[in-house]
Nanobody, 119 residues
Framework: QVRLVESGGGLVQTGGSLRLSCASS????????MGWYRQAPGKQRELVAS???????NYADSVKGRFTISRVNAKNTVYLQMNSLEPEDTAVYYC?????????????WGQGTQVTVSS
C-alpha cells in the first residue's frame, strides 16, 4: 500500500509560481514512474508531467518550458515546479505512481491539491 500526500497548491496571479510536493508513505526508490495529473472542472484528467526511476521526464505540450518535475528519493518526494502560471492551469493536481507489487502493477493516487490562477 502506498499513500501519496500532495501539498503546495493555492491561489496565485497570472505569471506567478507555485511548487507542488508529493510525499510518499513508502520509499520511492523502486517506483518506476511518478507523475502529476490535473483535472479542471468539466474536463478529463490529463497528464501534466512524469518522471521515471532514471529521472527521464515527460511533459504535456501545454506546460513545456514552464513546469519542471523532479524527484528526491532520499525524501520520498516528487515535486512539480510551476512557473509562468496561466488561468488555463487552474485545476486540481493529483500525484500518481505505478508500483510493481508481486507480479502485477498497481496505480496509486493522492487526494489532490487545488491550484487556482487568477487573471
Amino acid at each position: 500500500q502506498v499513500r501519496l500526500v500532495e501539498s503546495g497548491g493555492g491561489l496565485v496571479q497570472t505569471g506567478g509560481s507555485l511548487r507542488l510536493s508529493c510525499a510518499s508513505s513508502r520509499s520511492i526508490f523502486s517506483f518506476n514512474i511518478m507523475g502529476w495529473y490535473r483535472q479542471a472542472p468539466g474536463k478529463q484528467r490529463e497528464l501534466v508531467a512524469s518522471i521515471t526511476r532514471g529521472s527521464s521526464t515527460n511533459y504535456a505540450d501545454s506546460v513545456k518550458g514552464r513546469f519542471t518535475i523532479s524527484r528526491v528519493n532520499a525524501k520520498n518526494t516528487v515535486y512539480l515546479q510551476m512557473n509562468s502560471l496561466e488561468p488555463e492551469d487552474t485545476a486540481v493536481y493529483y500525484c500518481y505512481t505505478n508500483v510493481l507489487e508481486g507480479t502485477s502493477f498497481r496505480n496509486y493516487w493522492g487526494q489532490g491539491t487545488q491550484v487556482t490562477v487568477s487573471s
